[in-house]
């Protein structure tokens, strides 16, 4: 079956960097587009970053444009969001998300993706 398997969370200052990875396996990785979404208590899961199953596309929340950069490496089934700039408002747990197709097309509802990770916390402090 499908597993996602997200992992580099931690607790950072603000203005510092992160990198998440997201292995996954059960899956022809290139065929599926893979997105990050975070939820922070209290608040509904919320889109962050998407790429196509070939990479050549890349698709980022206005609030993390400019300071986030999500890339895969289909040879290793694993998908990074690299994170820069981190600011407080960032805290949340972090998921990791494959769609079944390869392309994003405006996929930006969590309700677009079929399969998901157990989340990583991320934690900013001012």
């Known amino acids: 079956q499908v597993q996602l398997v997200e992992s580099g969370g931690g607790l950072v200052q603000a203005g510092g960097s992160l990198r998440l990875s997201c292995a996954a396996s059960?899956?022809?990785?290139?065929?599926?587009?893979m997105g990050w979404f975070r939820q922070a208590p209290g608040k509904e899961r919320e889109f962050v970053a998407a790429?196509?199953?070939?990479?050549?596309?890349?698709y980022y929340a206005d609030s993390v444009k400019g300071r986030f950069t999500i890339s895969r490496d289909n040879a290793k089934n694993t998908v990074y969001p690299q994170m820069n700039s981190l600011k407080p408002e960032d805290t949340a747990v972090y998921y990791c998300?494959?769609?079944?197709?390869?392309?994003?097309?405006?996929?930006?509802?969590?309700?677009?993706?079929?399969?998901w990770g157990q989340g990583t916390q991320v934690t900013v402090s001012s």
């Open positions: 998300a494959a769609r079944k197709s390869p392309y994003v097309r405006g996929s930006y509802s969590p309700y677009e993706y079929d399969y």
């Open positions: 059960g899956l022809t990785f290139s065929s599926y587009a």
């Open positions: 790429i196509t199953g070939a990479g050549g596309n890349r």
